[in-house]
């Protein structure tokens, strides 16, 4: 069973910065296109960004955070990040990490096949 571990959440102030972590157990973190998906209260969880697998040459990003945030790996770490710059209010939600073993990514929730617990970030005015 895989397991993934969300880390980096907490408040800041609209324009400031954030980076969120991922942690994923296992060998085969390489082989899995990683996405990341945030929820707000009273909304549908919806797709932010996700990176292809092995190098992660291949990207893809919500309109919402296109040019604000940026997603990585790092294959010896087991870890996927998402760097949140110039955050706004409405940004604020729970983050959810999530994996798949699929070659291309996507913002699909429903192919995704782990997920993390989640973690609060909270961007005030």
């Known amino acids: 069973q895989v397991s993934l571990t969300e880390f980096g959440g907490g408040w800041v102030q609209a324009g400031g910065s954030l980076r969120l972590s991922c942690l994923v157990s296992?060998?085969?973190?390489?082989?899995?296109?990683m996405g990341w998906f945030r929820q707000a209260p009273g909304k549908q969880r919806e797709f932010v960004a996700a990176?292809?697998?092995?190098?992660?040459?291949?990207?893809t990003y919500a309109d919402s955070v296109e040019g604000r945030f940026t997603i990585s790996r790092d294959n010896d770490k087991n870890t996927a990040y998402l760097q949140m710059d110039s955050l706004k209010p409405e940004d604020t939600a729970v983050y959810y990490c999530?994996?798949?073993?699929?070659?291309?990514?996507?913002?699909?929730?429903?192919?995704?096949?782990?997920w993390g617990q989640g973690t609060q970030v909270t961007v005030s005015s």
């Open positions: 999530a994996a798949v073993r699929i070659i291309t990514p996507h913002g699909n929730a429903d192919e995704y096949d782990y």
């Open positions: 990176i292809g697998w092995n190098a992660g040459t291949r990207t």
């Open positions: 296992g060998r085969l973190f390489r082989t899995y296109t």
